[in-house]
């Protein structure tokens, strides 16, 4: 099986549910990059699917007014 995010290996794990619970879950993980499936994140990605806009983004962190030198500086 696939990972949907890049491609790679998928294997299926068996996890507790909660800290401390005797549930196990069964779960699919990619091997190459970490990405993880379980019937709840599954249900809840279908439920409210991300807008493509929103795709991929990744967050800006605002940038400081005085440069790092500035601030070594003094």
């Known amino acids: 099986m696939a990972c949907k995010?890049?491609?790679?290996l998928i294997v299926k794990?068996?996890?507790y549910d909660r800290?401390?619970?005797?549930q196990l879950v069964l779960m699919d993980?990619?091997?190459?990059?970490?990405?993880i499936e379980d019937p709840v994140s599954a249900r809840n990605r279908s439920q409210s699917p991300v807008p493509?806009?929103?795709?991929?983004?990744a967050r800006r962190i605002p940038e400081h007014p005085?440069?790092?030198l500035?601030?070594?500086e003094g």
């Open 5 to 8: 995010r890049c491609g790679g």
């Open 66 to 68: 005085r440069t790092s």
């Open 13 to 15: 794990e068996s996890v």
């Open 19 to 22: 800290e401390g619970s005797s």
């Open 70 to 72: 500035e601030m070594a």
């Open 29 to 35: 993980r990619c091997l190459q990059c970490g990405n």
């Open 52 to 57: 493509p806009s929103q795709k991929g983004k």
